[in-house]
C-alpha cells in the first residue's frame, strides 16, 4: 500500500475513533483505555476539551516513542492523535441511545476497529497502544490482550470518580475493543509459508529485503514434470501477508504458495 492510500486509513479511522468517543462513550461517562481514557477523565472533569488533553498526554510516549520505534510510526501515530483530537471539537458530544450498556458495547466495538487499523497500517493513537507495542517486541503476546491488562487501571480510576456501575461498564468497553484490535490487527498471529518456484533466487532476494526474515531454501523436484524447482520456507507474522501476497505474484505469478497457522515458533524469531 502506498503512502498516500496509508494515510488516507489513518485518517479515516481517526475520526471513526472520534465518533466512538464523542457519540457512545463519552455521554454515559464510559471511558477507554489508556491515556485516552485519563485524557476522557480530565476532559470530564475540566473546561478543556477532551481531545486536547489526549495531545498533552500523549507528548512524552510520543518521544519515547521516536527513540525505540521509529520516525515513520510516530509520525503517523502524530497524525492519529492529531486527526482524532480536532475531530472531536467538531464532532457533537451526543447520545445516540439512551442506554449504557449498549453505547458502551458499540462504542467499543467501533473504537476497536479503528485502533485495529490504525495500528495495522504502521500508525497508533498514543498512549498505552506505544507502550503496549514496545514490550510486544519483547515478549509474543497479543497486542489487544496487553493493551487491556494495562488499560485497567482506568477502570480503578472511572470507579472511583464516577461510581462502579460506570467502571463496569467501562470494563466492558475497553475488553470489547482489545478483542477487536487484535482480530483487525492479528500481528501475534504467526504463519508458515511455503513457496515452490522457477525464480528461487529473485524471489528470496525481495523476501528478504522487505520482510526482514530470514528464510530457508531447499532443492525441489515436480513429481509429474520432473522440473527442478526451489522452494522457500520461512514464518511470517498475520499483517505481513498483505505485503508476500502481491510480492510473490509479481516475481513468479505462477509460484505454487501453502500459508497455514503455526501453533507456537522457537528459536531466532523476529518479533
Do not use: C
Amino acid at each position: 500500500m502506498n503512502f498516500l492510500n496509508k494515510l488516507v486509513v489513518l485518517f479515516v479511522s481517526s475520526i471513526v475513533l472520534g465518533f466512538a468517543f464523542n457519540m457512545f462513550l463519552l455521554p454515559h461517562e464510559v471511558l477507554t483505555g489508556g491515556v485516552t481514557g485519563l485524557a476522557m477523565v480530565f476532559g470530564l472533569l475540566s473546561p478543556i476539551n477532551t481531545g486536547i488533553w489526549l495531545v498533552i498526554l500523549n507528548i512524552p510516549i510520543l518521544i519515547i516513542g521516536w527513540m525505540k520505534l521509529g520516525k515513520e510510526f510516530i509520525g503517523n501515530s502524530i497524525f492519529s492523535v492529531l486527526t482524532t483530537s480536532i475531530a472531536m471539537q467538531y464532532i457533537p458530544v451526543i447520545k445516540v441511545t439512551e442506554d449504557v450498556l449498549l453505547s458502551a458495547v458499540f462504542g467499543g466495538v467501533i473504537a476497536g476497529i479503528a485502533i485495529g487499523f490504525i495500528v495495522r497500517f504502521y500508525g497508533s493513537t498514543g498512549g498505552f497502544d506505544i507502550i503496549g507495542l514496545l514490550l510486544t517486541q519483547k515478549r509474543d503476546i497479543p497486542l489487544g490482550g496487553l493493551i487491556f491488562g494495562l488499560n485497567s487501571v482506568v477502570v480503578f480510576i472511572s470507579g472511583f470518580v464516577f461510581g462502579w456501575d460506570l467502571a463496569l461498564y467501562t470494563m466492558a468497553s475497553i475488553y470489547i475493543t482489545g478483542i477487536l484490535i487484535d482480530r483487525v490487527h492479528t500481528r501475534h498471529i504467526k504463519l508458515n509459508l511455503m513457496v515452490v518456484t522457477d525464480r528461487g533466487e529473485e524471489l528470496k532476494g525481495e523476501l528478504i529485503k522487505n520482510l526482514i526474515r530470514g528464510i530457508t531454501v531447499m532443492d525441489g523436484q515436480g513429481g509429474y514434470s520432473n522440473t527442478e524447482r526451489k522452494v522457500l520456507y520461512t514464518v511470517i507474522s498475520r499483517y505481513e501477508l498483505a505485503i508476500v501476497k502481491p510480492l510473490i505474484t509479481k516475481v513468479d505469478p505462477k509460484a505454487f504458495v501453502s500459508i497455514s497457522e503455526t501453533v507456537e515458533v522457537i528459536g531466532n524469531f523476529r518479533r
